[in-house]
């Protein structure tokens, strides 16, 4: 079984940070791509950042100059160092990590239940 675990969401003014972070834990035996997506009520989830093993990283328009993901070595967690909050980025931030494990070779996307980030005066 593979655990994935977002938290750093809060509520937060426009202008302000925040520092999400992406924990997977279990019987993993690698991590490959994380992803962060985001999700608001009536709208399809949306893909705002993603890393790769090798550090290669994707950013969506909205957040490029804004958004910062990170990674450390093998299974440390994954951040999303998010600045200059903007109303519009107010979501449900969800991490997607792909993972193979120690009893399966095959890669899987396992998921996480999300955090609530609220950008409002």
């Known amino acids: 079984q593979v655990q994935v675990v977002e938290s750093g969401g809060g509520l937060v003014q426009p202008g302000g940070s925040l520092r999400l972070s992406c924990a997977a834990s279990?019987?993993?035996?690698?991590?490959?791509?994380v992803e962060w997506y985001r999700q608001t009520p009536g709208k399809q989830r949306e893909l705002v950042a993603s890393?790769?093993?090798?550090?290669?990283?994707y950013y969506a328009d909205s957040v490029k100059g804004r958004f910062t993901i990170s990674r450390g070595y093998a299974k440390a967690p994954v951040f999303l160092q998010m600045n200059s909050l903007k109303p519009e980025d107010t979501a449900v931030y969800y991490c997607s990590v792909a993972a193979t494990t120690t009893y399966s070779s095959n890669s899987v996307n396992y998921w996480g239940q999300g955090t609530q980030v609220t950008v409002s005066s």
């Open positions: 890393i790769t093993s090798g550090g290669s990283t």
């Open positions: 279990g019987s993993i035996f690698s991590i490959g791509t």
